[in-house]
Nanobody
Framework: QVQLVESGGGSVQAGESLRLSCAAS????????MGWFHQAPGKEREAVAI???????DYADSGKGRFTISQDKAKRTLYLQMNNLKPEDTGMYYC??????????????????????????????WGRGTLVNISS
């Protein structure tokens, strides 16, 4: 059973930084796409940053220049370094993993509404999220 466990969330002030981590286990494919998704209070989940098994990355406009996604394959861990945080960055952050074909730039251009509470975006597995709260 694939498990994704996020950590690193917390409460900080605007302008500060946080580093989120996502520990992945039991995902056996060497070809994959991993991503971070943000769900602000009362809003739908949106893609923030993606990285594939080749190391190619892409970001939503809201995170470009502030967020950096990276991975440590040996540790099976995904990271999201978030700098210069803003109040609008508040919310739950989820990591997800799926086939490499999910890593397309158009992932940032739409909302993939959940079906029976399950989100898509081409991802097969989701973590339970970590909460980020940014105060002004």
């Amino acid at each position: 059973q694939v498990q994704l466990v996020e950590s690193g969330g917390g409460s900080v002030q605007a302008g500060e930084s946080l580093r989120l981590s996502c520990a992945a286990s039991s995902y056996t494919s060497s070809s994959y796409c991993m991503g971070w998704f943000h769900q602000a209070p009362g809003k739908e989940r949106e893609a923030v940053a993606i990285i594939d098994s080749d190391g190619s990355t892409d970001y939503a406009d809201s995170g470009k220049g502030r967020f950096t996604i990276s991975q440590d394959k040996a540790k099976r861990t995904l990271y999201l370094q978030m700098n210069n945080l803003k109040p609008e960055d508040t919310g739950m952050y989820y990591c997800a993993i799926g086939g490499q074909e999910a890593c397309v730039s158009t992932i940032f251009d739409y909302i993939d509404y959940p079906i029976d509470g399950i989100y898509g975006y081409g991802m097969d597995y989701w973590g339970r999220g970590t909460l980020v709260n940014i105060s002004s």
